[in-house]
Protein backbone atom coordinates (compact mmCIF):
# COMPACT_ATOMS: atom_id res chain seq x y z
CA UNK A 1 0.00 0.00 0.00
CA UNK A 2 1.01 3.39 -0.99
CA UNK A 3 2.22 5.40 2.38
CA UNK A 4 1.83 9.23 2.30
CA UNK A 5 5.29 10.39 2.97
CA UNK A 6 5.78 12.30 -0.07
CA UNK A 7 8.95 10.24 -0.81
CA UNK A 8 9.74 12.10 -4.32
CA UNK A 9 12.76 11.19 -5.45
CA UNK A 10 14.50 14.47 -5.34
CA UNK A 11 16.75 16.96 -3.80
CA UNK A 12 16.07 20.10 -4.08
CA UNK A 13 13.79 20.28 -6.90
CA UNK A 14 15.96 17.47 -8.60
CA UNK A 15 14.01 14.68 -10.09
CA UNK A 16 14.56 11.11 -11.22
CA UNK A 17 12.87 12.14 -14.61
CA UNK A 18 12.32 15.43 -16.11
CA UNK A 19 9.11 14.26 -17.44
CA UNK A 20 6.54 11.28 -18.00
CA UNK A 21 4.19 9.93 -20.50
CA UNK A 22 0.31 9.11 -19.67
CA UNK A 23 -1.20 8.01 -22.52
CA UNK A 24 -3.05 5.74 -24.34
CA UNK A 25 -1.85 2.37 -26.18
CA UNK A 26 -4.08 3.79 -29.60
CA UNK A 27 -2.01 7.24 -29.21
CA UNK A 28 1.59 5.64 -28.81
CA UNK A 29 2.62 7.00 -32.59
CA UNK A 30 2.58 10.51 -31.77
CA UNK A 31 3.83 9.91 -28.25
CA UNK A 32 6.73 7.76 -29.45
CA UNK A 33 7.57 10.67 -31.77
CA UNK A 34 7.66 13.27 -29.12
CA UNK A 35 9.64 10.69 -26.62
CA UNK A 36 12.36 9.91 -29.48
CA UNK A 37 12.82 14.14 -29.59
CA UNK A 38 13.38 14.60 -25.96
CA UNK A 39 15.64 11.95 -25.67
CA UNK A 40 17.78 12.65 -28.07
CA UNK A 41 18.10 15.89 -26.03
CA UNK A 42 19.38 14.30 -23.42
CA UNK A 43 16.17 14.72 -21.55
CA UNK A 44 14.89 11.92 -18.85
CA UNK A 45 11.89 10.53 -20.02
CA UNK A 46 9.99 8.04 -18.36
CA UNK A 47 7.97 6.27 -21.13
CA UNK A 48 7.26 2.67 -21.08
CA UNK A 49 9.07 1.32 -23.78
CA UNK A 50 12.20 2.87 -22.51
CA UNK A 51 11.19 0.83 -18.91
CA UNK A 52 11.04 -2.18 -20.03
CA UNK A 53 14.08 -3.97 -18.77
CA UNK A 54 13.69 -1.93 -15.06
CA UNK A 55 9.93 -2.78 -14.96
CA UNK A 56 10.65 -6.65 -15.53
CA UNK A 57 9.02 -8.51 -12.61
CA UNK A 58 7.83 -5.23 -10.65
CA UNK A 59 4.41 -4.96 -9.25
CA UNK A 60 3.41 -2.43 -11.90
CA UNK A 61 0.64 -0.95 -9.88
CA UNK A 62 2.82 0.16 -7.25
CA UNK A 63 5.90 1.05 -9.14
CA UNK A 64 3.82 3.00 -11.36
CA UNK A 65 2.09 4.77 -8.07
CA UNK A 66 5.21 5.99 -7.45
CA UNK A 67 6.72 7.14 -10.62
CA UNK A 68 3.73 9.36 -11.08
CA UNK A 69 3.30 10.34 -7.78
CA UNK A 70 6.86 11.18 -6.94
CA UNK A 71 9.46 10.84 -9.90
CA UNK A 72 9.08 13.10 -12.81
CA UNK A 73 9.18 17.50 -12.58
CA UNK A 74 6.52 16.86 -14.71
CA UNK A 75 3.41 14.50 -16.16
CA UNK A 76 2.19 15.18 -19.74
CA UNK A 77 -1.44 13.30 -20.08
CA UNK A 78 -2.35 12.83 -23.61
CA UNK A 79 -6.06 13.60 -23.33
CA UNK A 80 -8.15 10.93 -25.72
CA UNK A 81 -11.40 9.19 -26.28
CA UNK A 82 -9.22 6.19 -25.69
CA UNK A 83 -7.44 7.52 -22.91
CA UNK A 84 -10.40 7.85 -20.71
CA UNK A 85 -11.56 4.35 -21.31
CA UNK A 86 -8.19 2.30 -20.19
CA UNK A 87 -7.58 0.89 -16.67
CA UNK A 88 -3.90 1.75 -16.41
CA UNK A 89 -4.75 5.37 -18.05
CA UNK A 90 -7.05 5.57 -14.70
CA UNK A 91 -4.72 4.41 -12.33
CA UNK A 92 -1.54 6.64 -13.60
CA UNK A 93 -4.50 9.97 -13.81
CA UNK A 94 -5.30 9.10 -10.13
CA UNK A 95 -1.71 8.81 -8.74
CA UNK A 96 -0.43 12.26 -10.90
CA UNK A 97 -3.89 13.79 -9.45
CA UNK A 98 -2.68 12.72 -5.95
CA UNK A 99 0.42 14.78 -6.70
CA UNK A 100 -0.58 17.67 -8.30
CA UNK A 101 -3.71 18.06 -5.48
CA UNK A 102 -0.66 18.12 -3.08
CA UNK A 103 1.67 20.98 -4.69
CA UNK A 104 1.53 24.49 -5.14
CA UNK A 105 2.91 24.28 -9.06
CA UNK A 106 2.12 22.57 -11.79
CA UNK A 107 2.54 19.04 -12.45
CA UNK A 108 0.05 17.74 -14.94
CA UNK A 109 0.33 19.09 -18.69
CA UNK A 110 -2.62 18.39 -20.54
CA UNK A 111 -2.47 17.24 -24.01
CA UNK A 112 -5.43 16.73 -25.82
CA UNK A 113 -6.29 14.74 -29.16
CA UNK A 114 -10.16 15.77 -28.19
CA UNK A 115 -12.56 17.15 -25.95
CA UNK A 116 -12.80 13.89 -24.01
CA UNK A 117 -13.37 15.14 -20.15
CA UNK A 118 -11.26 13.77 -17.59
CA UNK A 119 -12.88 12.93 -13.93
CA UNK A 120 -11.03 15.06 -11.59
CA UNK A 121 -9.05 17.41 -13.87
CA UNK A 122 -10.17 20.35 -13.92
CA UNK A 123 -11.28 22.56 -16.93
CA UNK A 124 -9.53 25.47 -15.78
CA UNK A 125 -6.22 23.88 -16.34
CA UNK A 126 -4.39 25.33 -19.54
CA UNK A 127 -3.79 22.42 -22.05
CA UNK A 128 -2.40 22.04 -25.25
CA UNK A 129 -4.11 20.41 -28.58
CA UNK A 130 -2.42 18.56 -31.84
CA UNK A 131 -4.62 21.29 -33.78
CA UNK A 132 -1.98 23.43 -32.51
CA UNK A 133 1.14 21.63 -31.71
CA UNK A 134 2.64 18.08 -34.01
CA UNK A 135 4.99 16.00 -32.11
CA UNK A 136 8.37 18.49 -32.59
CA UNK A 137 6.54 21.18 -31.25
CA UNK A 138 5.20 19.48 -28.12
CA UNK A 139 8.49 18.63 -27.22
CA UNK A 140 9.98 22.00 -27.70
CA UNK A 141 7.26 22.93 -25.25
CA UNK A 142 8.01 20.60 -22.90
CA UNK A 143 11.68 21.72 -22.85
CA UNK A 144 10.78 25.41 -22.36
CA UNK A 145 8.70 24.46 -19.39
CA UNK A 146 11.32 22.22 -17.91
CA UNK A 147 13.94 25.53 -18.39
CA UNK A 148 11.45 27.42 -16.90
CA UNK A 149 11.38 25.37 -13.77
CA UNK A 150 14.56 24.69 -13.51
CA UNK A 151 15.99 26.72 -10.54
CA UNK A 152 19.79 27.90 -11.30
CA UNK A 153 22.45 26.30 -11.60
CA UNK A 154 24.67 25.79 -7.60
CA UNK A 155 28.55 26.73 -7.45
CA UNK A 156 30.48 23.80 -8.46
CA UNK A 157 31.69 23.07 -4.83
CA UNK A 158 28.37 23.60 -3.17
CA UNK A 159 26.31 20.85 -5.40
CA UNK A 160 24.66 18.38 -3.31
CA UNK A 161 25.89 14.90 -3.66
CA UNK A 162 23.12 13.11 -4.06
CA UNK A 163 23.79 9.19 -3.33
CA UNK A 164 27.07 8.97 -3.01
CA UNK A 165 28.48 7.50 -0.03
CA UNK A 166 30.80 9.47 2.97
CA UNK A 167 34.09 8.07 1.21
CA UNK A 168 33.08 8.76 -2.06
CA UNK A 169 32.15 12.97 -0.55
CA UNK A 170 35.43 13.04 0.81
CA UNK A 171 37.56 11.79 -2.25
CA UNK A 172 35.34 14.44 -4.57
CA UNK A 173 35.59 17.33 -1.93
CA UNK A 174 39.27 16.48 -2.12
CA UNK A 175 39.49 16.05 -5.75
CA UNK A 176 37.52 19.73 -5.83
CA UNK A 177 39.98 21.24 -4.11
CA UNK A 178 42.83 19.70 -5.79
CA UNK A 179 41.40 21.11 -8.95
CA UNK A 180 41.09 24.51 -6.98
CA UNK A 181 45.32 24.00 -5.66
CA UNK A 182 46.25 23.28 -9.17
CA UNK A 183 44.48 26.52 -10.97
CA UNK A 184 46.55 28.36 -8.18
CA UNK A 185 50.03 26.56 -8.96
CA UNK A 186 49.64 27.24 -12.82
CA UNK A 187 48.18 31.27 -12.44
CA UNK A 188 50.89 31.66 -9.65
CA UNK A 189 53.85 29.85 -12.51
CA UNK A 190 52.51 32.49 -15.44
CA UNK A 191 52.70 34.97 -13.11
CA UNK A 192 56.33 34.67 -12.12
CA UNK A 193 56.94 33.58 -16.15
CA UNK A 194 55.46 37.28 -17.16
CA UNK A 195 57.07 39.10 -14.24
CA UNK A 196 60.64 37.01 -14.42
CA UNK A 197 62.24 40.13 -15.86
CA UNK A 198 61.17 42.63 -13.97
CA UNK A 199 62.25 41.06 -10.78
CA UNK A 200 65.47 40.55 -11.95
CA UNK A 201 68.20 42.70 -11.24
CA UNK A 202 69.70 44.97 -13.50
CA UNK A 203 73.24 43.73 -14.50
CA UNK A 204 72.27 39.99 -14.38
CA UNK A 205 68.82 41.28 -16.69
CA UNK A 206 71.55 42.83 -18.61
CA UNK A 207 73.78 40.16 -19.35
CA UNK A 208 70.23 38.29 -20.46
CA UNK A 209 69.14 40.42 -22.92
CA UNK A 210 72.76 40.21 -24.93
CA UNK A 211 72.54 36.89 -24.47
CA UNK A 212 68.91 36.87 -26.35
CA UNK A 213 70.13 39.20 -28.95
CA UNK A 214 72.57 36.88 -30.36
CA UNK A 215 72.11 36.30 -34.38
CA UNK A 216 73.56 34.99 -37.20
CA UNK A 217 74.14 37.61 -40.35
CA UNK A 218 73.11 36.25 -43.43
CA UNK A 219 73.35 38.88 -45.67
CA UNK A 220 75.58 42.39 -46.39
CA UNK A 221 73.18 44.93 -48.18
CA UNK A 222 74.28 47.39 -50.68
CA UNK A 223 73.61 50.18 -48.20
CA UNK A 224 76.51 48.52 -45.90
CA UNK A 225 73.15 47.23 -43.86
CA UNK A 226 73.07 43.57 -42.40
CA UNK A 227 70.15 41.33 -42.44
CA UNK A 228 69.57 37.96 -40.46
CA UNK A 229 68.17 36.16 -43.82
CA UNK A 230 69.31 35.44 -47.23
CA UNK A 231 66.80 34.29 -49.09
CA UNK A 232 64.19 36.05 -50.85
CA UNK A 233 63.47 39.63 -49.63
CA UNK A 234 66.45 40.02 -48.12
CA UNK A 235 67.88 43.67 -48.45
CA UNK A 236 64.56 44.55 -50.04
CA UNK A 237 64.49 47.80 -48.92
CA UNK A 238 68.72 48.54 -48.64
CA UNK A 239 69.28 47.90 -52.61
CA UNK A 240 69.21 44.40 -52.52
CA UNK A 241 72.62 41.92 -51.20
CA UNK A 242 76.29 43.17 -51.51
CA UNK A 243 77.04 39.48 -50.17
CA UNK A 244 76.49 36.32 -48.16
CA UNK A 245 78.33 35.77 -44.96
CA UNK A 246 77.75 32.71 -43.21
CA UNK A 247 79.74 32.84 -39.47
CA UNK A 248 79.00 36.71 -38.64
CA UNK A 249 77.36 37.34 -35.13
CA UNK A 250 75.67 40.13 -34.27
CA UNK A 251 75.19 40.89 -30.90
CA UNK A 252 73.65 44.13 -28.81
CA UNK A 253 76.28 46.49 -27.14
CA UNK A 254 76.56 45.73 -23.27
CA UNK A 255 75.71 49.96 -22.75
CA UNK A 256 72.68 49.53 -24.90
CA UNK A 257 71.87 45.63 -23.32
CA UNK A 258 71.83 47.99 -19.55
CA UNK A 259 70.22 50.31 -20.53
CA UNK A 260 67.05 48.28 -21.36
CA UNK A 261 67.74 46.47 -18.68
CA UNK A 262 67.18 49.63 -16.46
CA UNK A 263 63.67 50.07 -18.10
CA UNK A 264 62.29 46.97 -16.93
CA UNK A 265 63.48 46.07 -13.69
CA UNK A 266 61.69 47.26 -10.59
CA UNK A 267 65.58 46.98 -9.13
CA UNK A 268 66.99 49.89 -11.19
CA UNK A 269 68.46 52.81 -9.71
Not at 22 to 33: G, I, P, Q, T, Y
Request: glycine content about 4%.
Amino acid sequence: MHTDNNSHAKAGNSFEYDVTFSFAEEDRRFVDNVAAILRRKKKEVFYDKYQLIDTWGKNLYTHLDDIYRNKARFCVMFISEHYKRKLWTRHESISAQARAFKENEEYILPFRFDNTEIPGLLDTVAYLTVNEYNERRLAQAIMEKLEMSSPAPLPLLSRPAIGLSPRQQFFRRLRSKAKLLLLGIILLGLGIFLLADRLTPVDTLARRIHERSRRTIRAICEDDTFSFRSGSGACSHHGGIARKVDSAIYTKTMEACLEEAKQISWFAP
